[in-house]
């Protein structure tokens, strides 16, 4: 009998085997593979070596290290099949059916109490479809929805319209089944970024069509979404969180952290061996809990690769925020909007998606990979084509 391997997987080894067909044939690197993040990303995996083979836990770090160079795997293999075409009109819609058929099926159990699949929590209310978990539901909804909106704001008939609605509100739909109060915050983040970036949208003889259009929101809110919903979120902000045993765990990897980046400062205790931090603490005893990630990309570097670790991977953020900028500015100039458009919901996605990271480990989200691919590839178009209207990259 074999043991049962995921099919994204099996998915992976397929594409993998093209590619690696099509680099023997072409005998050359995809032209994407030439971009900013290299330096960065050599500079953070170097430190990720020096800090796994210095590792009290060597075990658990060199593990670490395999998921690492799964995630470098993936950033490289988007850059292969990455294309405009592709941003502007095939992966929104991938991401919208992606994201679309968890969420309805997640919403259809949490409004409607319709079970297609057992996909909730034991003996909670949280639902998140067929992903692997409520909290991951969230981040795939906070990742989609910007593009998805992006998409209905330009739909040019009343048919793709109504397609790009109802993807919006699956998505919405699967982030309120999650009852995520990280993606609650994400999401109105979110909602300020987009009303922000597309202020110049606002027009006076527009404000009474928004104002009932927001009001409808909110009537449809306060008849669909259910008293649990909001009596979570509201958690964030009582007196008496302490009587919340899930944000008191989050304090205490909080704490625990610390003390093990004040022992470890420089490069910490090994790629990804928080896990193994925490279950040797007397917090993990308290909460009788065994290995636990720690609920926060920086705190999880911060622990794993020290400060050294932690500076590098501010300055990778930094680098991916300038070339989407970057990228923005390029199309800005050359007036090109479909791809000004996109960028920007793509740029909003990764905004909201570090935002999160302040909630949970997201370096091998698959959703966090895409969009640090998404990042080269948009600046690396954007300079081509501003080169080929002006004469020069930038």
């Keep these: 009998m074999t043991p049962f391997i995921p099919v994204d997987w099996y998915l992976a080894l397929i594409t993998s085997a093209i590619v690696f067909i099509y680099l023997i044939v072409s005998k050359k690197l995809p032209p994407f593979f030439y971009n900013n993040l290299n330096k960065w990303l050599f500079l953070f995996l170097l430190v990720n070596v020096l800090?796994?083979?210095?590792?009290?836990?060597?075990e658990e770090a060199f593990s670490g290290m395999i998921v690492l160079f799964q995630i470098y795997f993936f950033i490289?293999?988007?850059?292969?099949?990455?294309?405009?075409?592709?941003?502007k009109n095939i992966l929104p819609l991938v991401l919208g059916i992606s994201v679309g058929?968890?969420?309805?099926i997640a919403g259809l159990e949490y409004f409607m109490g319709i079970q297609i699949f057992m996909v909730g929590e034991?003996?909670?209310g949280r639902v998140y479809g067929l992903t692997s978990g409520a909290n991951n539901m969230a981040v795939w909804s906070i990742m989609a929805i910007p593009p998805l909106i992006y998409k209905l704001m330009t739909a040019s008939s009343p048919g793709q319209f109504l397609g790009w609605l109802s993807l919006n509100i699956f998505a919405i739909m699967g982030l309120i089944s999650s009852e995520s109060r990280a993606g609650f915050?994400?999401?109105?983040?979110m909602l300020m970024l987009i009303v922000y970036m597309n202020r110049h949208l606002f027009q006076p003889r527009f404000l009474g069509l928004v104002i009932s259009g927001i009001s409808l929101c909110f009537?449809?809110?306060a008849v669909a979404i259910p008293d649990e919903y909001f009596e979570r979120q509201k958690t964030l902000l009582a007196e008496d969180q302490y009587q919340d045993t899930a944000l008191q765990r989050r304090q205490a990897y909080i704490r625990v952290g610390l003390a093990s980046f004040f022992e470890h400062p420089v490069l910490g205790t090994g790629t990804f061996t928080f896990p193994q931090v925490w279950v040797n603490s007397i917090e993990s005893r308290f909460f009788k809990m065994?290995?636990?990630?720690a609920h926060n990309t920086y705190l999880d570097i911060m622990v794993g690769l020290g400060v050294v670790g932690l500076l590098v991977l501010l300055g990778l953020f930094f680098r991916i925020f300038k070339d989407f900028m970057n990228a923005l500015s390029n199309f800005e100039?050359?007036?090109d909007e479909p791809m000004h458009g996109i960028t920007q919901a793509y740029l909003v996605s990764f905004v909201c998606l570090v935002v999160y990271c302040l909630f949970k480990t997201m370096l091998d989200n698959k959703m966090f990979i895409l969009l640090i691919s998404i990042s080269q590839v948009v600046y690396i178009l954007s300079s081509e084509k501003k080169e080929q209207v002006h004469g020069y990259a930038g």
């Design 219 to 221: 009537l449809m809110v």
């Design 51 to 58: 800090a796994t083979f210095l590792s009290p836990f060597q």
């Design 101 to 104: 058929f968890n969420g309805l």
């Design 76 to 87: 490289y293999l988007n850059l292969v099949f990455l294309t405009e075409n592709g941003l």
């Design 290 to 293: 065994t290995e636990r990630g």
């Design 185 to 189: 915050l994400v999401f109105l983040i």
């Design 122 to 124: 034991p003996g909670g």
């Design 333 to 335: 100039m050359i007036g």
